[in-house]
T-cell receptor, first 115, second 115 residues
């Protein structure tokens, strides 16, 4: 069974600085997708960024980028120029290409951006 | 914009009561999901529905049932609420199709307390 591990329950970063959130996963499959979701306080969860496992190039969305290391089964999220609005719970998630209705989530990292 | 709404943000019920949590999406999505979110456990899938009147158990279906009579509405039912069902419940929807990339869109969540 696939598992997703986020080893940092809480993190803190100063405004305008860069922070990296860690995620590792375990799977025997070769084709899959990885996601980072953001859940702001009292607001809806939204997708931040996604990566297809067969693509070697790391995904980037504005200030958000990932470091995808397939052999190491690692999928970290880097937030550059952190803003107060980045304060949220961040979830890493895995989806097998053969089971596209099932997202497997990590336990989350609570990120606090300090002014 | 996709909109997923849930009938209540906060709900307090008593042990043994029958509880209905309602979710409505306005984007004609085929797939709908119910998750439970608990601190330190992340999101866990309770049930999902491929389409109207079609449902499948997720990872933690015990104590829950679901109903999908119309495409836009997916209900989660707690037949006899227990205190261990106190949690945040998130609904999500997703467009089915050839692209496995189709993201899940989440509702704001219902925080249920069972006394």
């Amino acid at each position: 069974a696939q598992t997703v591990t986020q080893s940092q329950p809480e993190m803190s970063v100063q405004e305008a600085e860069t922070v990296t959130l860690s995620c590792t996963y375990d799977t025997s499959e070769n084709n899959y997708y990885l996601f980072w979701y953001k859940q702001p306080p009292s607001r809806q969860m939204i997708l931040v960024i996604r990566q297809e496992a067969y693509k070697q190039q790391n995904a980037t969305e504005n200030r958000f980028s990932v470091n995808f290391q397939k052999a190491a089964k690692s999928f970290s999220l880097k937030i550059s120029d952190s803003q107060l609005g980045d304060t949220a719970m961040y979830f890493c998630a895995f989806m097998s290409r053969g089971a596209t209705n099932k997202l497997i989530f990590g336990t989350g990292t609570l990120l606090a951006v300090q002014p | 914009d996709v909109k997923v709404t849930q009938s209540s943000r906060y709900l307090v019920k008593r042990t043994g009561e029958k509880v209905f949590l309602e979710c409505v999406q306005d984007m004609d999505h085929e797939n709908m999901f119910w998750y439970r979110q608990d601190p330190g456990l992340g999101l866990r899938l309770i049930y999902f529905s491929y389409d109207v009147k079609m449902k499948e158990k997720g990872d933690i279906p015990e104590g829950y049932s679901v109903s999908r009579e119309k495409k836009e509405r997916f209900s989660l039912i707690l037949e006899s609420a227990s205190t261990n069902q106190t949690s945040m419940y998130l609904c999500a929807s997703r467009k089915a199709g050839s692209s496995s990339y189709n993201e899940q869109f989440f509702g704001p969540g219902t925080r249920l307390t069972v006394l």
